[in-house]
Structures are given as C-alpha cells and as structure tokens.
C-alpha cells in the first residue's frame, strides 16, 4: 500500500509550529495512515525583526514565502495565522479551509486596562492596537514592540504592558500573572484573529478534499466576511483597521472599525444579513467605513511622511 503524503509549509515560530502540529494531528484524525511532514519556511517578517511591518509592507509579510513554498511544488498545504493573511489570495492558490476558530480577543500581559496607571507605556507593533487603546485611554503612550511570544514577553514595559491575542497564550498555554482579555466591543480584533487558514494549490483535489474534511464552516463564513471588509479598505497591519463577524444561525453580525493612527478618531459600524451572504456583509462595511474615513487616510499619510 502506497503511503499518503501531505506536506504542511509553516513559519518556525513557536506559536506556528503549534498551529501546524495541530492541523497535522487534525488531517491524520480524518485520514488514517496518512503521513503529514512539516516543511519550516523563513519569512520576511521572522528575517527582520527589528523593523516595523508597516515598513516592510505591511500584511502578507509573514505568509509570501510560506505561498511560495506551495506554488512551487515543495509543499501542498499552506498553514497560515489568518490574521496574518492579505485579502487577496494568489492565483495559483485555493484558501480551502478554515479550521475551528480559537478567542479572535486581544490581551493585555502585565496589567489590566483599568489598572494602567496615567501616562503608562504600551508596547504593540499593531496600528490597530495602538489606536484603540489611544481611544480608550488617550493618556497612554506607546512604544514598538515585534518578535516572537517569548521575546515579546520579556520586553513588558516597566509599570506597563504588551498587547497579545489571546488564541495565542492559549495555544502555547502560557500565563502571564496579569492578564486582561479586552471585549470585541472594546478592542475590535484583526480581520482573522483566532483562526488558522490553509492553501493549496489550485486545482489539487486531494489536498482541497483533505482540508474540506477539517474546515468549519462557520468559521470560513466569518472570516470571509473579515477577510471581504479588509479588501474593501485595502487594510493591512500599517492600517488601524478591523473587523470582527459573528454567527447566530443563519444570520451574520459584522462589525468594523477605522481609526486615525493617533486615535483620535475611531469609526465604527455594522452589517447584520443572512450568512450565505457573508462576502457581500463585509465588502459594503468596508466601503461605507471607507468612504466615511478617507480624510482619516490623507492625515495619516502626511502623519508618516510630513506635509508635502
């Protein structure tokens, strides 16, 4: 008998080698004898870690090579952060499924929003992060913060804290002594937080079968609804833009915000509709959002480059 390969292409990470052990232990759970091999690919954003995303273009920073890795044949499935996907998915690439979602919510690590005493400094490498809290709390000041779990971990700012999902202590089973998990009403996540997305290749049945076989549906439906209002703002991880769907049946709740990079300025808004029409939800949040927020984008660009 002729033993059955799958190749999982993933980031090195801690965190990513968790979600890949994960979807491999899924895979041979639906096709027994399967052998799932892992295939550890480095990415510009694990090579340069020292600068901001927003730098190096923002979202797709940790997920191209990984692409590459499938597109070319050394591997058949992509395993990304779902987060961390752009919202355009490559041609030669079929985003076939989305695995049970964990807590899309972000966290707090070292102290509780509340408890953050005036002027305290919050270390976050996300646009999104940093204006939401600016909102909540315009006293507060910010420093750059990237890496991986642990690195970041060790950089808690004195009398401060660090910004993390919270799928991600889950999954490493970590727990930091002071922890505040923010509401989605509070903090709206990224568009894909807390899920995991997997690619193959266009037109290879046996991989898109074998990830049908681990997909949820209701968590594909609502990060395509995510996914759907990122493309529609042109987001990425240099924006402070988010989107966060729900499911109660057949209806679908999407809610997204738009923020001035200062945080000054926080749009919020939502669609409620039926789930078979999650892409369409997402799109029209998006472009009203944008459309109410384009003066957000013009002042953030003079903000990184100064007046022309």
């Known amino acids: 008998m002729v033993e059955r390969l799958?190749?999982?292409?993933?980031?090195?990470?801690?965190?990513?080698?968790?979600?890949?052990?994960?979807?491999?232990?899924?895979?041979?759970?639906?096709?027994?004898?399967?052998?799932?091999?892992l295939l550890v690919v480095d990415t510009a954003g694990d090579l340069n870690v020292d600068r901001p995303i927003g730098e190096m273009g923002g979202r797709g920073v940790f997920v191209k090579e990984v692409q590459a890795a499938v597109i070319d044949?050394?591997?058949?499935?992509?395993?990304?952060?779902?987060?961390?996907?752009?919202?355009?998915?490559?041609?030669?690439?079929?985003?076939?499924?989305?695995?049970?979602?964990?807590?899309?919510?972000?966290?707090?690590?070292?102290?509780?929003?509340?408890?953050?005493?005036?002027?305290?400094?919050?270390?976050?490498?996300?646009?999104?992060?940093?204006?939401?809290?600016?909102?909540?709390?315009?006293?507060?000041t910010f420093e750059e913060l990237r890496g991986n779990i642990a690195t970041r971990l060790a950089k808690l700012p004195a009398g401060g804290a660090i910004v993390m999902a919270a799928a991600a202590l889950e999954r490493l089973r970590l727990q930091p002594g002071v922890l505040d998990v923010l509401s989605v009403s509070?903090?709206?996540?990224?568009?894909?937080?807390?899920?995991?997305?997997?690619e193959c290749r266009l037109g290879d049945a046996q991989s898109s079968g074998l990830l049908a076989a681990i997909d949820d549906p209701d968590a594909f439906a609502c990060v395509s609804a995510e996914r759907a209002f990122l493309a529609a703002v042109g987001g990425g991880c240099d924006l402070p833009v988010g989107a966060h769907a729900t499911?109660?049946?057949?209806?679908?709740?999407?809610?997204?915000?738009?923020?001035?990079?200062?945080?000054?300025?926080?749009?919020?808004?939502?669609?409620?509709?039926p789930r078979t029409e999650a892409a369409s939800?997402?799109?029209?949040?998006?472009?009203?959002l944008l459309d109410a927020g384009g003066d957000l984008l013009e002042a953030d660009a003079e903000q990184r480059t100064g007046p022309s």
Do not use: N, Y
Not at 11 to 33: F, H, I, M, N, T
Not at 114 to 126: F, V
Not at 281 to 288: A, E, M, P
């Open 6 to 37: 799958t190749r999982l292409a993933t980031r090195g990470s801690p965190l990513a080698l968790w979600q890949a052990e994960a979807v491999a232990a899924k895979l041979r759970a639906v096709a027994p004898g399967i052998r799932v091999d």
């Open 73 to 140: 044949g050394r591997a058949d499935v992509a395993v990304h952060s779902a987060k961390d996907l752009p919202s355009i998915t490559p041609p030669e690439l079929l985003l076939a499924s989305v695995p049970e979602r964990g807590d899309p919510r972000d966290a707090l690590v070292g102290a509780t929003l509340a408890g953050l005493a005036p002027g305290a400094r919050i270390a976050t490498g996300s646009a999104r992060r940093r204006a939401q809290l600016a909102w909540l709390r315009p006293d507060l």
């Open 186 to 198: 509070d903090m709206v996540p990224q568009a894909g937080q807390g899920a995991l997305a997997l």
């Open 247 to 273: 499911l109660d049946g057949a209806v679908m709740t999407i809610e997204g915000v738009f923020a001035s990079l200062d945080g000054k300025v926080v749009l919020r808004d939502r669609r409620i509709g």
């Open 281 to 288: 939800l997402g799109s029209d949040l998006g472009r009203s």
